[in-house]
């Protein structure tokens, strides 16, 4: 399969585990930004945000473990595809690239990998940025009655091994281009070849995808419940962008927010769901302030 690349963007491939190589694109000069996707899609996504950084900072684009062009390992156990796991390769990753410091943003799925690997690894994660998501305790305790349907997709595959997968195999192409319609409020934000390769690669990545997200119900739950329990918080600068979720789910974002990070700023944006690409100078704008602080 080809992977569409970042333009003037060096391609790596680093090994960060045992049989696991993550593919990372490269690019710019400066302090270093690491940007994480979400889900479906690849280190693509970062595509206007990246090249907008590239003036001031090194910015690097990995495909998280299972996504993209990064190697996809079975799921032998319930740690392979925890942030936990997904956080180290990142560190791991940085490391490997030179930088034992920078900031980290992430959206979505890569938010939550971003969130453990600011809880996990504080003298390595100097700032942290969270696109549109809340952290996996609160997800699962905000989704509720029938306006939780908007996470059917967290149930399906938070079930055992087999079933999710055989559905979400038997159609592929129409399960993850549901999300890229239903959650975009700009839809010329992805155009068509973008589109496919989402589509395409998130298709060949199904157990992996899947294993990610059954994560969510077991280990990543379990490590943010003990950080909870424990008082443990985000001691680096933290900024947040979300849309208003809160409204149609009864949560207040904001305050869920304020109890995991102790110095926060935390903003409701109008773009949907997919923000980096519907607005990437609003994004980029917001990394290099959180960069200087």
């Given amino acids: 399969m080809t992977h569409p690349s970042i333009p003037r963007f060096a391609e790596h491939r680093v090994t960060v585990d045992d049989g696991v190589t993550l593919h990372a694109a490269v690019g710019g000069t400066g302090t270093p930004v690491v940007l994480l996707h979400g889900f479906p899609q690849t280190r693509l996504m970062w595509r206007h945000v990246a090249a907008g950084l590239a003036a001031d900072h090194t910015v690097i684009c990995p495909d998280l473990r299972g996504y993209g062009a990064s190697d996809k390992p079975a799921e032998s156990g319930p740690e392979v595809y925890s942030k936990r796991t997904m956080a180290r390769d990142i560190v791991r990753l940085a490391a490997e690239l030179g930088h034992d410091r920078f900031t980290l943003a992430g959206h979505d799925r890569g938010a939550l990998v971003a969130f453990r690997a600011a809880m996990d690894h504080p003298d390595t994660v100097s700032r942290a940025l969270f696109l549109d998501v809340l952290p996996?305790?609160?997800?699962?305790?905000?989704?509720?009655?029938?306006?939780?349907?908007?996470?059917f997709h967290l149930y399906l595959m938070a079930q055992a091994p087999g079933l999710p997968e055989r559905m979400i195999q038997a159609?592929?192409?129409?399960f993850f281009?549901?999300?890229?319609?239903?959650?975009?409020?700009?839809?010329?934000a992805i155009p068509a070849e973008v589109r496919d390769h989402?589509?395409?690669a998130s298709a060949a990545a199904v157990p992996s995808i899947v294993a990610d997200y059954r994560a969510s119900a077991g280990a990543d739950l379990a490590h943010d419940?003990?950080?909870?329990?424990?008082?443990n918080r985000l001691a680096m600068p933290v900024t947040v962008l979300q849309q208003d979720w809160g409204a149609a789910l009864g949560y207040h974002a904001q305050g869920l927010w304020s109890a995991w990070a102790?110095?926060?700023?935390?903003?409701?944006v109008s773009c949907g769901h997919f923000m980096a690409e519907e607005d990437p100078e609003l994004i980029a704008d917001e990394i290099r302030a959180l960069a200087a602080r």
């Fill in 177 to 188: 281009s549901y999300f890229l319609d239903a959650w975009s409020n700009a839809p010329d």
């Fill in 136 to 151: 996996t305790l609160d997800t699962w305790n905000a989704l509720h009655g029938v306006s939780g349907a908007v996470g």
């Fill in 262 to 268: 102790e110095d926060l700023r935390h903003r409701t």
């Fill in 198 to 200: 989402y589509v395409a």
């Fill in 225 to 231: 419940t003990a950080d909870r329990d424990a008082g």
């Fill in 171 to 174: 159609s592929a192409d129409a």
